[in-house]
T-cell receptor, first 114, second 112 residues
Framework: GNSVTQMEGPVTLSEEAFLTINCTYT??????LFWYVQYPGEGLQLLLK?????DKGSNKGFEATYRKETTSFHLEKGSVQVSDSAVYFC?????????????FGAGTRLAVHP | NAGVTQTPKFQVLKTGQSMTLQCAQD?????MSWYRQDPGMGLRLIHY???????DQGEVPNGYNVSRSTTEDFPLRLLSAAPSQTSVYFC???????????FGPGTRLTVL
């Protein structure tokens, strides 16, 4: 069936370090791919998205590329800041049960220290 | 433009009590959904609606009812609360099936 696997956290980094959070999915079709971020005490916000193969989504210094051949959508940032501390969710949007719906990964908690 | 709003922010119930979690959006979105978020499990879809008068079940619908009488509102009802329903509940909406979903701030529910 449809599923998504995210890198387990927590991920702890020093400020200005390089970040990668891995995400792979299984799907029967060609989903749109999303990364959502949840800051402490808040709801989820869209971070970036890609809707077709080889598209690169980017926002706030974060990037992710839609890799159809490896069914992956890894999140990267070259230099993290303390303010990036949050939980990150990979979420393919798949056609399932007659509806396009988001399938969420378990989330990866990122903690950035000064 | 308030986006997606949810009330209440926090709620404590006793086992067996009923309540309604409110969700409203002012973006004229057709698609609305309810999710629950539990530690280590991401978000799971409870119920969804593709327009006024149309609702359907998601992954974990048991113990919850929904209705969609207007485009703006999508309340979630717990008929007889159980401790297993202790969770954070998020409402979301989107314009179309492949569009970005906008999330509300969440309701933290504790069932004793």
């Amino acid at each position: 069936g449809n599923s998504v696997t995210q890198m387990e956290g927590p991920v702890t980094l020093s400020e200005e370090a390089f970040l990668t959070i891995n995400c792979t999915y299984t799907a029967t079709g060609y989903p749109s791919l999303f990364w959502y971020v949840q800051y402490p005490g808040e709801g989820l916000q869209l971070l970036l998205k890609a809707t077709k193969a080889d598209d690169k989504g980017s926002n706030k210094g974060f990037e992710a590329t839609y890799r159809k051949e490896t069914t992956s959508f890894h999140l990267e940032k070259g230099s993290v800041q303390v303010s990036d501390s949050a939980v990150y969710f990979c979420a393919p949007k798949l056609w399932s049960g007659g509806y396009n719906k988001l399938i969420f990964g378990a989330g990866t908690r990122l903690a950035v220290h000064p | 433009n308030a986006g997606v709003t949810q009330t209440p922010k926090f709620q404590v119930l006793k086992t067996g009590q009923s309540m309604t979690l409110q969700c409203a959006q002012d973006m004229n979105h057709e698609y609305m959904s309810w999710y629950r978020q539990d530690p280590g499990m991401g978000l799971r879809l409870i119920h969804y609606s593709v327009g006024a008068g149309i609702t359907d079940q998601g992954e974990v619908p048991n113990g919850y009812n929904v209705s969609r009488s207007t485009t703006e509102d999508f309340p979630l009802r717990l008929l007889s609360a159980a401790p297993s329903q202790t969770s954070v509940y998020f409402c979301a909406s989107s314009y179309g099936p492949r569009d970005e979903q906008f999330f509300g701030p969440g309701t933290r529910l504790t069932v004793l």
